[in-house]
């Protein structure tokens, strides 16, 4: 039965590698070719960062069962943290590549640096009430950052949290501009920089979900009072979890930060969390693979649709609402089995008869 489990696990991580390889490739080939416009490339590196949003967040909903309405507040700790080093490192280090590399870890830290803060009030809550903490904590970080101004020259850095604090020398930056925000990014994030992040976020959160931790977080999450009585440390799974999670929110933050040329605060609000929250629902919850296709479907759809003005939205929400109906449709679920039940017994019936043939 274990190894029966393990091989399917195996088959089920290896889907999906391969689908997030081939469609990168795809794209990589689709581009060299030139068959796609410059709006369509313009929405890939931001593609990439709400995939890694979605499946981070869906460590914590959905394997960690612990409901999250503050997640894009981690991605804003990142990207700003992000855009601050990437601009003192540049004079420092020519490559762009390593650059963001760096830039991404920094961002990763400081965002589960904050996450770890926030987990140790947060997590002693649960159901409703941690849901409100998390989205206090992202409101809460979005005035703070909306008020914070960070200006880099030949002395260094200078942060301060009223306007007109921070005098530079000639010759220097003001990196964060208060309301203004983060203005004047040099746009070093890239495609393949991004499914090298997806990747990563795969290779993170999959192997954490399939390690003795992670069926211990499950356990939290299917019995906690069975777990507890098991001996497990109940609050420090769900604390590594609810890092885990932020600390690839705030790379996530950093890839799609340092793709624009000026971002705001206003930009991390309750709206994005709860779009963050909406892809790992449609997808499936503990599903990895459904949150990489619902975070690519439900964000390429709205851009699709961009012609239509104020029809877009709408017709989003009815596309959202069929969707939530279908997922979780006791009719459309015994459907959809009985369409792979039939598969497999048709490949087995055929891989016999290529065996007898033989």
């Given amino acids: 039965m274990k190894k029966l489990l393990s091989n399917k696990t195996t088959r089920t991580n290896t889907i999906t590698y391969l689908v997030v390889t081939i469609a990168f490739l795809v794209m ?31 460590l914590l909903v959905g394997v960690c069962g612990e409901l999250s309405l503050g997640h894009a507040g981690f991605m804003g700790i990142g990207a700003f943290t992000g855009i601050v080093v990437a601009a003192v490192l540049k004079n420092v280090i020519a490559g762009d590549v390593l650059r963001l590399i760096i830039a991404m870890f920094a961002g990763g830290i400081m965002a589960g640096c904050f996450g770890f803060l926030i987990g140790i009030p947060a997590l002693r809550l649960r159901g409703d009430y941690l849901a409100i903490v998390t989205l206090a904590f992202g409101e809460i970080l979005k005035n703070v950052i909306g008020n914070l101004y960070i200006g880099l020259d030949s002395e260094g850095l200078q942060v301060a949290f009223s306007a007109g604090s921070v005098e530079l020398l000639e010759g220097g930056k003001m990196l964060l501009d208060g309301p203004v925000g983060a203005t004047g990014i040099e746009k070093i994030s890239s495609f393949p920089m991004g499914f090298v992040l997806i990747l990563f976020t795969l ?17 939290v999450r299917d019995n906690r009072i069975a777990a507890e009585s098991v001996g497990i440390n109940v609050t420090a799974f769900r604390m590594k979890a609810f890092v885990v999670s932020a600390f ?44 990489v296709i619902s975070a690519t479907v439900l964000y390429i759809l709205p851009e699709a649709m961009r012609g239509l003005d104020d029809l877009r939205m709408i017709l989003y929400a009815v596309v959202l609402i069929i969707v939530m109906l279908c997922t979780w449709s006791p009719g459309v679920k015994n459907f959809m089995d009985r369409i792979r039940t039939s598969i ?8 016999k008869e290529a065996v007898n043939n033989e």
């Fill in 248 to 291: 690839l929110a705030g790379m996530a933050g950093v890839l799609f930060g340092l793709n624009i040329s000026s971002l705001q605060a206003s930009k991390f609000n309750f709206n994005t969390s709860i779009n963050i929250l909406v892809f790992v629902v449609l997808g499936g919850m503990g599903n990895i693979l459904g949150s």
């Fill in 344 to 351: 497999r017994a048709k490949l087995r019936k055929n891989g």
């Fill in 203 to 219: 290779f993170v959160v999959l192997n954490l979900i399939n390690s003795k931790e992670g069926r211990a977080i499950k356990a």
């Fill in 28 to 58: 990589q080939i689709l581009s060299s070719l030139g068959m796609l416009g410059s709006a369509t490339k313009g929405y890939l590196v931001p593609l990439c960062a709400y995939i890694v949003m979605a499946v981070s967040l869906n």
